[in-house]
């Protein structure tokens, strides 16, 4: 696993031991070559010949990655009184990552900024926040003349009467 990598930790993929790496583009997980307890337990059960049929390696090991642009999803559930799986869903896949209870969070916060694009690659800056609009100025009071004309022709139409147009006239010539 690369020294690059923003997390590294152990865990239980698949009824098998694996190596991941977290970075900020994928994640990685490396199952080693061995063999597991139930092939160990057939082959003692069958004296052997299961062993024999089916080879002593491991079937399942090897590298395997998910981008972290194709997950879609990440959550924790509880399995047992020591572990927690930090479920990873992604487009076609489903991993299970049993951890510690105590790294869970970790791994699950890490994942889901990577994600949600709060952490910045290798080599880039921190995302610059969005920029601030200024306030749209507020519009332009017409001048207490053009005020007092629209007015008079208001009261000229009829639709004001004379108090309400002396009323308004008064607040007009205070803020003046």
Not at 59 to 73: R, W, Y
Not at 86 to 99: E, M, P
Not at 134 to 149: D, Y
Not at 158 to 169: D, H, P
């Given at each position: 696993?690369?020294?690059?990598a923003?997390?590294?930790?152990k865990s239980?993929?698949?009824?098998?031991?694996a190596?991941v790496?977290?970075?900020?583009d994928?994640?990685?997980?490396?199952?080693g070559?061995?063999m597991s307890?139930?092939?160990?337990?057939?082959?003692?059960?069958?004296g052997?010949?299961?062993?024999l049929a089916?080879g002593?390696r491991s079937?399942?090991?090897?590298?395997?990655?998910?981008?972290v642009?194709?997950?879609?999803?990440?959550?924790?559930?509880?399995?047992?009184?020591?572990?927690?799986?930090?479920?990873?869903?992604?487009?076609g896949n489903?991993i299970?990552?049993?951890?510690?209870?105590?790294?869970?969070?970790?791994?699950?916060?890490?994942l889901t900024?990577l994600?949600l694009?709060?952490?910045?690659?290798?080599?880039?800056?921190?995302p610059?926040?969005?920029p601030?609009?200024?306030?749209?100025?507020?519009?332009?009071?017409?001048?207490?003349v053009?005020?007092?004309?629209?007015?008079?022709?208001l009261?000229?139409?009829?639709?004001?009467?004379?108090?309400e147009?002396?009323?308004?006239?008064?607040?007009?010539?205070?803020r003046?």
């Amino acid at each position: 696993m690369s020294s690059n990598a923003l997390m590294t930790f152990k865990s239980h993929i698949e009824g098998k031991n694996a190596d991941v790496a977290i970075y900020h583009d994928r994640v990685e997980w490396n199952r080693g070559r061995g063999m597991s307890a139930k092939k160990l337990t057939a082959g003692f059960l069958t004296g052997g010949a299961s062993l024999l049929a089916t080879g002593v390696r491991s079937s399942n090991a090897g590298t395997e990655m998910i981008p972290v642009k194709s997950i879609s999803s990440v959550m924790t559930k509880r399995d047992g009184l020591m572990y927690t799986k930090v479920v990873v869903v992604a487009s076609g896949n489903t991993i299970d990552f049993r951890v510690p209870h105590d790294s869970a969070p970790g791994i699950k916060a890490l994942l889901t900024d990577l994600v949600l694009g709060k952490i910045p690659a290798a080599g880039q800056a921190a995302p610059a926040a969005p920029p601030v609009q200024a306030a749209a100025p507020a519009p332009q009071m017409s001048a207490p003349v053009e005020q007092l004309r629209q007015l008079a022709e208001l009261r000229d139409a009829g639709i004001l009467s004379e108090e309400e147009f002396a009323a308004k006239k008064a607040e007009i010539l205070a803020r003046m």
